[in-house]
């Protein structure tokens, strides 16, 4: 760990997710355009290491990684007991 005198971070973070169809139709579909974060960091540690700091953080943030790339996506669904393939392809 880096020892690095802070005295408060914070971090704010704002997405843009849509809707769109029907439940009752059965043509829901859902998304996000897009995710900000906002930083505050107070210390009186130079300016560079701090900078250094929070690429560090952020590089290390599941939650950062898990919307900045794509990765595939498994599900099972398992109903009364038994595996059943809704028809939805892989990725999907």
């Known amino acids: 760990m880096k ?11 704002e997405g843009d997710y849509w809707l769109t169809g029907s ?3 059965g043509d829901v579909t859902s998304g996000w355009s897009g995710v900000r974060t906002h930083f505050e960091v107070d210390s009186d540690e130079p300016e560079s290491k701090l900078i250094s ?10 939650a950062e ?28």
């Open 65 to 92: 990684r898990l919307v900045d790339t794509a990765i595939p996506l498994t599900s099972a669904i398992t109903l009364n007991g038994v595996g059943v393939d809704v028809g939805f392809p892989e990725g999907s």
């Open 3 to 13: 020892k690095l005198g802070i005295k408060s971070a914070r971090v704010h973070v």
């Open 23 to 25: 439940v009752l139709r």
């Open 53 to 62: 700091l929070i690429k560090l953080a952020k590089a290390g943030c599941f």
